[in-house]
């Protein structure tokens, strides 16, 4: 629910998500919106009753002019306000960093109503500021505008303000590998204007007395990073102190940990409110001597392809161990394949946030930046990464298998204590590549992404128990990890068992003459492809004109609807098939995209195909083409080719009166996984 709450002319915009006893999300410093809890609302929301504001200076609400508006007691005053306008009896309250003495005092004032507080990078001037900061005032002018000389009306007022929000951020995010929490926090920057944000400063000579919070009467938890270069950690221990509240220290913690550490933080969050807030808890233990066997499977939902090879390892270990009990924590469209095949999906799966919704919303015609896509993707893969852990605590798995599962597999490294059950890591592609296009930064951005990835696999190789690669050593690229990073086939020989390719079916073997041809096109199991299949449909006369009487079966897939297309003559459409790969087994000739499944079956199935790598997708601009050329298989069309109908009609032309001389594609592949796995159990 959104709404709005208007005070002394000033309106606030504020929204609740979830029930149960609530907690509320106090705003901070304007300089950000309440998108900076956007890591804890999800997961949250599934166990309390969620309330978060913008305040005022910041996202949706108003922003009144002069630092009269931006007082410490303007504020608290709103959080009252809001806490009216939804009707909070009682609640939970937690700051972050400004927010925290709103909070304590908001607490002071309506001590029946607040049950209890959590400070998150406390702001509350009970010790001295870092000395470094303490050397510039804020409304002089400087000869310099070195380090936090920055943190200065004048450098912000007369051109200096993108530089201020550049190192500000940096020192929020003191922890490697930020990037993103920093380009976020930027880009909140730009929202305010620089003299608005002065207002806000400027009113901060009338702040709240701190010598008061020794008088709040609720439990205080107090969260604070050793390594906080906004506000000292003394800070965060004096008011622990005072308060006589619970201190948790996140050593190398920056000043923000709920955004650069959020499942730490959500579980603290969680455990505090319900000890303040309890809530019924039935829960089922079992003797260990009466636990069967049991699998969790995550399979990824961006690529119909990885359920397939995931129930064909999941019938090896039923092989193995006929007794052994397999769930699934899936995502729509995989989830359809699953009931297909009469799989076990969990309940929790439909708390889980569709990966497959943010690729499609992030696509533009034919271009999906996957690697840009994955980094804004950081609130779906934490809230998903929640649900998993909560389906983990709740009832015991023998061994958690994780099919590109990269929340689970980043954040168990990042949280490696709540490992608690054997676990295996799949996938078929190894390395974030930058696209040309990217430059510097983007090649900058792709080799920190490996490099963390190679330090969590460095300090914590016990975590995964198994790490299984799709496919042999060689269709592994040979590139670099980064400037001064290990090669990307070297370390993976190193680190990784590999099954050979996993098709999940057998070859249908040779193909009945058809007359006439038959043509598939198929592009997978997103809705990124409409661009593509539009595209085909174009190109059909100009094909028929050079394959007289091709005949074409267009497959959309599950998010796609047929009936929005065009359906010219000699085609037919159609929309989920269970068995596609009995289809292409039967095809004399495929259109798909670069998805590594439908162009390894292809391969398999030995059918000549043309596919069309979608735009700035470096898994399918390098790696997949990497390891089709290895094969020899397929006819590679660049999609500002395909825009020419002519020149797609060549290509499949081409494809289809080519030899055929591709690799032979194993069918033991899932028996070779399954025997890995089966160790595990």
């Known amino acids: 629910m959104e709404g709005t709450v208007t005070r002394n002319g000033v309106t606030i915009h504020y929204r609740v998500d979830g029930e149960g006893p609530t907690l509320v999300l106090l705003p901070t410093w304007s300089i950000v919106p309440s998108r900076v809890w956007k890591a804890q609302i999800p997961y949250l929301a599934r166990h309390f009753r969620v309330i978060s504001f913008d305040g005022r200076g910041s996202g949706t609400s108003d922003r009144p002019a002069g630092a009269a508006a931006y007082t410490d007691a303007e504020y608290v005053a709103d959080t009252i306000a809001v806490l009216d306008a939804t009707s909070t009896p009682y609640c939970v309250l937690v700051g972050f960093s400004r927010g925290c003495p709103w909070a304590l005092e908001v607490a002071l004032r309506q001590p029946s109503r607040v049950l209890g507080v959590v400070c998150i990078g406390s702001a509350t001037r009970l010790t001295p500021m870092l000395e470094e900061r303490t050397r510039w005032t804020w409304d002089e002018r400087h000869a310099t505008s070195e380090g936090w000389a920055k943190y200065n009306r004048y450098y912000w007022l007369e051109g200096g303000y993108d530089d201020f929000l550049a190192f500000f951020f940096g020192r929020m995010f003191p922890e490697p590998h930020s990037s993103k929490q920093v380009e976020d926090a930027i880009g909140w920057?730009?929202?305010?204007?620089?003299?608005?944000?002065?207002?806000?400063?400027?009113?901060?000579?009338?702040?709240?007395?701190?010598?008061?919070?020794?008088?709040?009467?609720?439990?205080?938890?107090?969260?604070?990073?050793?390594?906080?270069?906004?506000?000292?950690?003394?800070?965060?221990?004096?008011?622990?102190?005072?308060?006589?509240?619970?201190?948790?220290?996140?050593?190398?913690?920056?000043?923000?940990?709920?955004?650069?550490?959020?499942?730490?933080?959500?579980?603290?969050?969680?455990?505090?409110?319900?000890?303040?807030?309890?809530?019924?808890?039935?829960?089922?233990?079992?003797?260990?001597?009466?636990?069967?066997r049991r699998v969790l499977y995550l399979s990824s939902p961006i690529g119909l392809g990885h359920a397939r090879r995931d129930l064909a390892i999941a019938r090896e270990l039923r092989s193995l161990y006929p007794e052994v009990e397999i769930e699934w924590l899936a995502q729509h469209p995989v989830t359809r394949v699953l009931a297909d095949a009469g799989e076990a999906v969990h309940p929790a799966s439909d708390w889980l946030l569709s990966e497959s919704a943010h690729v499609e919303h992030e696509a533009g015609e034919h271009d999906l930046h996957a690697f840009q896509a994955l980094r804004r993707m950081d609130e779906i893969l934490v809230a998903n990464f929640l649900t998993f852990s909560d389906v983990v605590e709740d009832r015991h798995y023998d061994l958690v298998i994780g099919d590109e599962a990269w929340e689970v597999d980043y954040f168990l490294h990042e949280n490696p204590e709540l490992k608690r059950f054997a676990y295996a890591w799949l996938t078929d592609f190894v390395g974030w590549l930058p696209m040309p296009d990217g430059g510097p930064d983007e090649a900058a951005l792709t080799a920190d992404y490996n490099a963390e990835m190679l330090t969590q696999r460095s300090r914590y190789r016990r975590l995964r128990d198994c790490s299984l690669f799709v496919g042999d050593p060689e269709d592994v690229v040979e590139e670099s990890f980064g400037p001064g990073l290990p090669g990307i086939r070297e370390w993976t020989r190193q680190n990784y068992m590999f099954t050979g390719y996993i098709t999940g079916f057998a070859p249908i073997g040779s193909r009945s003459a058809a007359s006439p041809p038959r043509c598939l096109v198929t592009v997978g199991g997103s809705g990124v492809g409409v661009s593509l299949l539009h595209r085909v449909l174009d190109a059909v006369p100009a094909i028929r004109r050079l394959i007289p009487g091709i005949e074409f079966d267009v497959v959309t897939g599950p998010r796609i609807d047929p009936s929005s297309l065009p359906h010219p003559p000699g085609v037919r459409l159609h929309g989920y098939l269970p068995d596609l790969h009995l289809e292409l087994g039967k095809a004399d000739v495929a259109i798909t995209q670069g998805g590594l499944t439908t162009c390894m079956e292809l391969t398999a199935q030995r059918v000549p195909f043309v596919y069309i790598p979608l735009q700035h997708h470096f898994e399918q601009n390098f790696h997949v083409t990497a390891r089709l050329d290895r094969h020899r298989a397929g006819h590679r069309l660049d999609y500002s080719e395909a825009a020419d109908p002519d020149r797609l009609a060549e290509a499949v032309a081409k494809a289809l009166t080519d030899p055929v001389d591709y690799l032979p594609v194993p069918t033991d592949g899932a028996v070779r996984a399954g025997h890995f796995l089966a160790d595990l159990l």
Request: aromatic share 2%.
């Open 189 to 292: 920057g730009h929202e305010i204007s620089p003299s608005l944000l002065a207002d806000t400063e400027a009113a901060r000579s009338q702040h709240l007395d701190p010598a008061r919070f020794a008088e709040v009467s609720c439990p205080v938890l107090v969260v604070h990073g050793s390594d906080d270069q906004i506000r000292p950690p003394a800070e965060g221990a004096r008011l622990a102190e005072l308060t006589g509240g619970s201190l948790v220290t996140v050593v190398g913690g920056g000043h923000a940990p709920q955004a650069r550490d959020p499942v730490v933080v959500n579980h603290l969050l969680r455990q505090f409110a319900s000890q303040v807030m309890p809530q019924p808890v039935r829960r089922t233990w079992v003797r260990a001597a009466r636990r069967t």
